[in-house]
DNA sequence: TTCTGTGCAAAAACTTTGCATGCAA
DNA sequence: TTGCATGCAAAGTTTTTGCACAGAA
């Protein structure tokens, strides 16, 4: 238990949604001046390990993390990026179904969906516009 | 329209799951093999801008691409990365519950499940346990 | 021909590793 | 005191940018 652990856990807490090692970083600092970038990839990957950090795995790609906690949804806006909250109860039913038709053990799960925000919509932005 | 695009999205169409650029560009190689990395980064951006791609925008970090194509999810064990195809019509109430409550409109989807393969959960790993 | 995409080169940013020091317990 | 976490330094990747050439239309 070190000042630069709780750094980077206060930083985990007081962050919605998940969090580049980079971003970490720069955000610890403030609190934690002399935080190099090595202890904050060493750290994150300690959490994880720990359960007190979640790596987003895209499966691929790089990491990202965000703070262990119950689970809970997120909408995201394809267009501004723009991030709500969904409540978890309303995967209940989805959770169940997946469990017995896959065999899996759902747990920790932040489900990420996408979408256009209403301002979005307003503007008409179509970037990556799918349909 | 060229050879080179068309090598990038032959990859795409033919993986599951989504593709960093890098590991793009590696496989994009075997079949276009003067292919270089700026390129496929171009291309990935463009194909993004262009509907055909979807960039997994975890919302920070780094970005992954996936084909775009019809409404799908996975879900993938936190413990081997291993990652299943999840039926879209599980979601289909939820999807409707979404936007009359958030207003957004919601579209290109790739819903990430998390949890344990039956695999794992014999073997026990307990690596980013939550519980 | 004209315009856009590509390759090459280089720079910038991100991530990882090794080792010696320092702090926590 | 002991051992693990940190800082520092350096190396290895990944990502971005500028510019001249080549290929598509």
Redesign the pocket.
Known sequence: ?????LA?LHVLRHSRGHL????V??RARRT?P?????????????LADNGLAWPTSTGH???AYEIAQKNHHHLICRSCGGEIVVKPALLNHVYRKLESTSGYILRGNHVTFFGLCPKCQETGVRKGDPQ
């Not at 002399?34 to 300690?46: D, H, K, M, S």
Request: hydrophobic share 35%.
């Open positions: 238990v070190t000042s630069q652990r980077i580049s090692p980079m971003e970083y720069s934690a002399g935080l190099t970038a090595p202890t904050v990839y060493r750290t994150l990957e300690f790609g790089h990491l």
